[in-house]
């Protein structure tokens, strides 16, 4: 049975991966932005955990961290949402 998660929890999940990554290429918030398409304050919330994210919009800015989805959503961050829990 897999562990439940809250949205918000998801959410600052996403955004910690998010911030992770830009400041690991030396990216401003900024330049993600327009790597992205997307505006500097929709990253700013993104990265805040704020605001929930679409696949579309996961798939810009992984776009404008040159990551694909995989990459994305490859880090240990992740790792307690995808693994099953065997007791019940």
Do not use: W
């Not at 439940?4 to 929890?9: A, D, L, Q």
């Amino acid at each position: 049975m897999k562990k439940e998660f809250t949205v918000e929890y998801q959410q600052v999940l996403v955004g910690m991966r998010i911030r992770e990554l830009r400041k690991k290429q030396g990216m401003s918030q900024e330049a993600l932005a327009l790597r992205s398409g997307v505006d500097r304050t929709y990253i700013t919330t993104l990265e805040a955990g704020t605001r929930n994210m679409s696949i579309v919009s996961i798939s810009k800015v992984c776009h404008g961290l040159n990551l694909s989805l995989e990459e994305f959503f490859t880090s240990p961050l992740f790792g307690q949402l995808i693994q099953d829990d065997t007791e019940e």
